[in-house]
């Protein structure tokens, strides 16, 4: 809930500071224009699911970062459609994938990352050890 207050507070704030500079018709012709771009977004989806298959099928990217990059580009479209400034500057960034690949290096946990990395490297003495079974050429048995 706090967080709520503190994305409207600073909604209002950056809206209030920008509309002020642009205008009542200059900020009603960026809303129009961005909830615009948000549907075209959507709209063409299928080809940006296309371009992360081609992306995935080449190994460039791994299959949890195609669905966090699917999932930053379909929020950055709902936040363009959204009314207000500080939500189009956000839908706008989610839109590059190099700002979500940030984004995701940034949030995944790195514990997540250590606990990897710790289980490729570690390996027990067991591991190492072949085994072989050794056939004697002497058929005389005692």
């Known amino acids: 809930m706090i967080y709520f207050i503190i994305y409207l507070f600073l909604e209002v704030v950056v809206s209030v500071n920008i509309a002020s500079m642009l205008g009542g018709v200059l900020t009603f012709a960026e809303l129009i224009l961005s909830a615009f771009i948000g549907f075209i977004i959507l709209a063409n989806f299928?080809?940006?699911?296309?371009?992360?298959?081609?992306?995935?099928?080449?190994?460039?990217?791994?299959?949890?970062?195609?669905?966090?990059?699917?999932?930053?580009?379909?929020?950055?479209?709902?936040?363009?459609?959204?009314?207000?400034?500080?939500?189009?500057?956000?839908?706008?960034?989610?839109q590059f994938g190099i700002i979500t690949k940030m984004l995701v290096n940034r949030f995944v946990s790195k514990s997540q990352n250590r606990t990897d990395s710790?289980?490729?490297?570690?390996?027990?003495?067991?591991?190492?050890?072949?085994?072989?079974?050794?056939?004697?050429?002497?058929?005389?048995?005692?």
């Open 118 to 142: 710790t289980r490729v490297h570690t390996k027990t003495k067991d591991e190492n050890v072949i085994d072989v079974e050794i056939v004697s050429d002497d058929t005389t048995r005692s």
């Open 46 to 94: 299928k080809g940006t699911i296309a371009e992360n298959i081609a992306s995935l099928n080449a190994a460039k990217i791994d299959p949890a970062e195609f669905q966090r990059l699917n999932l930053y580009t379909i929020v950055g479209a709902i936040l363009l459609i959204v009314p207000g400034f500080l939500t189009d500057i956000i839908g706008i960034l989610l």
